[in-house]
């Protein structure tokens, strides 16, 4: 993760049109990773009918509505008006990272700016979300995950949750590879052991996959639910991994 001396002002840019308000408590939660979220704006035609649950949820989370009427069918104010508040945030230079809400590929050459300064963008969208926006964030969350692992946190975990998420993450054969070649590219001692940290880190570069899109809370309980891996808690309460086969 981050450093939080070196990001302390958050901005969350939340597409309404297209992103439910039930994930804004567990997305707020993540973005805590950066810093402080100071900046929360909502934009979309709130006089719809269909953005009538933003009302509460705005006032709950202290979020200012930036309100977009549909000036012509088929146009999206709503996207020009975010991408130019966060090139506008930008170019002030009081923003250290960005949260964006959106299922919406249109946001892609936004993302690509802002990583071009060395902004820290964390999107958040559906599962459905284009890839191309995906992979352009420092890291992508499903927000329909995140909401269920927030709940799941909230009551006891049972045994059958933990075991179906080991299978699900197991059975994604692209994402194994890409563990396990952060896990080769890890400095390790001569025993094989790496610093979790690190491997993370390495799988983050190459990709913007979060584990909790996987039903797990940090890095560590995913290797802990992998019978080819074994984790370990040294000296200094840092956590070290090993390949077992």
Known sequence: M????NLKNIALLIDADNITPTAIDPVLTVMAELGQVNIRRAYGNFAKQGLAKWDTITN????RPQQQFDVSKGKNATDMAMTIDAIDLLYQGKVDGF???SSDSDFTPLVTRLRQDGIVVYGFGSAKTPQAFKSVCTRFI???????TSQAQEAAPTATSQNDAAQNLAADTELMELIGAAYKEAKRDEEGWARVQQVGQIAGNRSSFDVRNYGFSSLSSMFR???NFKVERREGAELWVKRLR
Do not use: A, F
Request: aromatic fraction near 4%; proline fraction near 5%; charge should be negative.
């Open 99 to 101: 949260g964006i809400m």
């Open 225 to 227: 639910s992998l019978p």
């Open 142 to 148: 499903d927000v329909d995950q995140l909401i269920k």
């Open 60 to 63: 709950r989370y202290g979020i």
């Open 2 to 5: 981050e450093n939080n001396e």
